[in-house]
C-alpha cells in the first residue's frame, strides 16, 4: 500500500469511527430517556394505587357500582328520599347546572337569592322555567302547579299535601262550592241555643208567622250568591232587652258560631297555606270590629252599631214581625239594621224593636275581607280608593269582591294524586326554597363526574342536604352516610394494563437501542484495530523509504 493510499484510507477509518462514536452517543442519550420514561411511568403506576372514586351507596349494602353524579342528587328519586342534594360553594349558594340555572332566571330568582321565601306565583314560574329547559315533562309540570306551594319544605316541614288546585274567578268558585260543598250551617230556634229569646231566621221565600220554627239550614252558595236572601232577627223591647242588647248577643253568637263555620266552609275549597290562613286571621279580625264595634254609623256609642232605617208609630203589627219591613230593607245595609214601632193594639203602649241583620251580605263581606289580604291590604284602584271596602253602614258605601269577577282564587280540586307525584313535588318546592333562600351560581362542568369528585375532595364544593328536623346543613361529602369513598379498582386495573404495555413497549426499545449499541461498539473495535494496522503500515512504509535514501 503506498504511502497516500494509506493516508486516505486512515482519514476514512476515522471519520467512520467518529461516526460510530457519535450514534453510540446518540442512543446512549436515547436509552437514558427510556429509563426515564420508565421511573416516570412507574412513579403514575404506584400512584394510581392509591386512586379513589366516591359512590353512592344508599341501601347501606356496599354497593361501589353507582358514581357519585350531579344528576343523581339533583332528581327526585328514592335514592335521595324525593329531597335534592344540594351541591353549595363554600357562600352557600346553591350550584346549577345550565337547565336549572335557566329555570331560576325564567322564575326572576336574584343570584344572590331573596333571603326570604317567595310566593306561589314565582315557584310556579321555576317549575315552569324547568318545563321550558326539558327537565320536566307537561304533565309533571302541571300537576305540581296545581298542587299547593310547599313554602317550608327544607324548611322544617314535611311533604307536599295531596290534594290538587285551580285557578278560577269567583263564578268558578261559586260553581265549585255549589258542587262540591254540602258543609250547611244549622240555626235552632231558639237562637242562639240555650237561650229563650225570640231571633229567627228569615228569608222572603220561607216565613214563618212565628217563632215556632226549630230547625233552619243554610249554605254558603245561598250566602254569596242570593239566591236566598237570608237575614237573622231578633225582637227588643216589650219589657224584654233592648233591641241593642239583644244584637250585643246576636253579633257575639255570629262571631263564635257563624263566622267560624264560613271559614271552614271557604277553607274547605280554597288552598290553604300560611298566606291564606293569615288572610282568614285578618277577615275574622275585621268582621269582628263590624259586628262588635261600639260605635255606631253616626258616631254614637252603642254595642253593636245598629242602623235605625224606619220608625212608625199606632201601626198594626203581628207578633215579633212588621210585616217583613226591616227584612226588606236590610238588604240595602252592611251590619245590623233595626225598625222601631209603638204599638196602637195593646194595652201598654210601649216603644217595640225589630234588630235584624243581612247574612248574605256579612257572607260577602268576609269573603272581600278574605280578599282584600289576599291582594294586598294596601292595594287600590286607579283612582286611588281602596280596592275593596267593607264597612258597617249603608251597602253602597262597600266595595265587595261579589262584584269583581276579575279576582282569582285557588281552588282545592280534590283530584287524586300518586305518591310519586307528591315527592317530586316536594323534591322541587324544597330546591325552589334552597336557591331563593341561598342564591345560587352557575357552572356547566358540575355534570361531568371527574369534575365533581374533584370539586368535593378539594373543598372548593360542599354537599347540603336536610337533616332529622327538615332542615338544611352543609358538610364535607364525608359526612353524608350515603357517599362512600372506596378504591377506584377500575381505574387502577387500567393504569397496571397501561403501565404493563408502556413498560413492555419500553423494554423493547430498550432492546433494540442495546443491540445497535453493541454493533456500533463492534464496528468500533474494528475500526481501531484497521486504524491501528494502516497507521503501522504507514509508519513502515515511511521508515523504509528513510533508510533507502539514506544508504
Known amino acids: 500500500m503506498g504511502l497516500a493510499a494509506g493516508q486516505a484510507r486512515l482519514l476514512t477509518i476515522t471519520g467512520r469511527k467518529s461516526d460510530c462514536e457519535y450514534e453510540s452517543m446518540r442512543l446512549s442519550h436515547q436509552k437514558l430517556a427510556l429509563s426515564r420514561e420508565l421511573s416516570d411511568l412507574s412513579n403514575e403506576y404506584q400512584n394510581s394505587l392509591d386512586r379513589t372514586k366516591l359512590v353512592y351507596d344508599y341501601y347501606g349494602t356496599g354497593d361501589t357500582t353507582t358514581p357519585l353524579s350531579y ?116 240555626f235552632s230556634n231558639p237562637i242562639p ?107 254614637n256609642e252603642t254595642t253593636p252599631p245598629i242602623y235605625n232605617i224606619a220608625h212608625h208609630k199606632g201601626t198594626a203589627w203581628r207578633t215579633y214581625k212588621f210585616r217583613n219591613e226591616e227584612q226588606s230593607n236590610n238588604q240595602n245595609y252592611m251590619g245590623f239594621s233595626s225598625v222601631t214601632q209603638h204599638g196602637a193594639k195593646i194595652a201598654v203602649k210601649k216603644r217595640h224593636s225589630q234588630g235584624s241583620i243581612n247574612l248574605n251580605n256579612l257572607a260577602q263581606a268576609y269573603l272581600t275581607l278574605f280578599a282584600k289580604a289576599m291582594s294586598g291590604v294596601s292595594q287600590t284602584d286607579a283612582d286611588g280608593s281602596p280596592k275593596y271596602q267593607v264597612s258597617a253602614g249603608k251597602l253602597e258605601d262597600n266595595k265587595l269582591v261579589t262584584d269583581d269577577l276579575s279576582f282569582e282564587y285557588t281552588i282545592l280540586t280534590g283530584s287524586e294524586v300518586s305518591s310519586d307525584d307528591l315527592g317530586q313535588a316536594t323534591f322541587y318546592d324544597a330546591l325552589f326554597n334552597q336557591i331563593c333562600a341561598n342564591g345560587w351560581t352557575e357552572n356547566n362542568q358540575i355534570t361531568d363526574n371527574t369534575y365533581l369528585q374533584e370539586m368535593l375532595q378539594s ?52 432492546e433494540t437501542l442495546d443491540l445497535k449499541m453493541k454493533n456500533l461498539d463492534t464496528e468500533i473495535s474494528s475500526l481501531t484495530t484497521e486504524y491501528d494496522t494502516v497507521k503501522n503500515t504507514i509508519s513502515k512504509n515511511i521508515e523504509k523509504s528513510f533508510k533507502r535514501y539514506n544508504a
Open 71 to 186: 344528576n343523581l342528587l339533583m332528581t327526585p328519586s328514592t335514592l335521595n328520599d324525593y329531597m335534592p342534594t344540594t351541591i353549595t360553594d363554600a357562600l352557600g349558594r346553591v350550584t346549577l347546572n345550565s337547565k336549572y340555572a335557566a329555570a331560576a332566571r325564567a322564575a326572576g330568582i336574584p343570584q344572590e337569592g331573596l333571603g326570604t321565601l317567595p310566593s306561589e306565583t314565582m315557584r310556579n314560574a321555576f317549575i315552569n322555567g324547568l318545563y321550558g329547559s326539558g327537565l320536566l315533562t307537561k304533565n309533571t309540570a302541571e300537576t305540581i302547579i296545581s298542587l299547593p306551594y310547599n313554602q317550608q319544605a327544607g324548611f322544617g316541614g314535611g311533604i307536599t299535601t295531596a290534594v290538587t288546585t285551580t285557578t278560577g274567578d269567583l263564578d268558578d268558585l261559586i260553581n265549585y262550592l255549589k258542587e262540591n260543598c254540602t258543609n250547611q250551617f244549622n
Open 193 to 299: 241555643e240555650g237561650d229563650d229569646r225570640k231571633a229567627w231566621i228569615e228569608n222572603p221565600e220561607d216565613i214563618a208567622d212565628d217563632t215556632s220554627q226549630t230547625d233552619y239550614d243554610i249554605n254558603i252558595y245561598d250566602l254569596l250568591t242570593n239566591t236566598k236572601e237570608i237575614s237573622l232577627s231578633f225582637q227588643g223591647g216589650n219589657g224584654s232587652k233592648s233591641v241593642d242588647e239583644e244584637a250585643k248577643i246576636i253579633a257575639n253568637y255570629l262571631v263564635e258560631s257563624l263566622i267560624p263555620w264560613m271559614e271552614e266552609t271557604l277553607g274547605s275549597v280554597l288552598n290553604i297555606d300560611s298566606g291564606t290562613q293569615a288572610a282568614f286571621e285578618y277577615a275574622n279580625t275585621e268582621i269582628e270590629k263590624i259586628l262588635l264595634s261600639t260605635t255606631d254609623m253616626d258616631g
Open 459 to 510: 373543598g372548593m364544593l360542599y354537599i347540603s342536604k336536610p337533616k332529622d328536623d327538615g332542615y338544611y346543613y352543609q358538610g364535607n361529602y364525608a359526612t353524608d352516610t350515603y357517599i362512600k369513598e372506596v378504591s377506584d379498582e377500575t381505574y387502577i386495573a387500567k393504569a397496571e394494563a397501561k403501565y404493563n404495555t408502556e413498560k413492555a413497549k419500553l423494554n423493547s426499545k430498550e
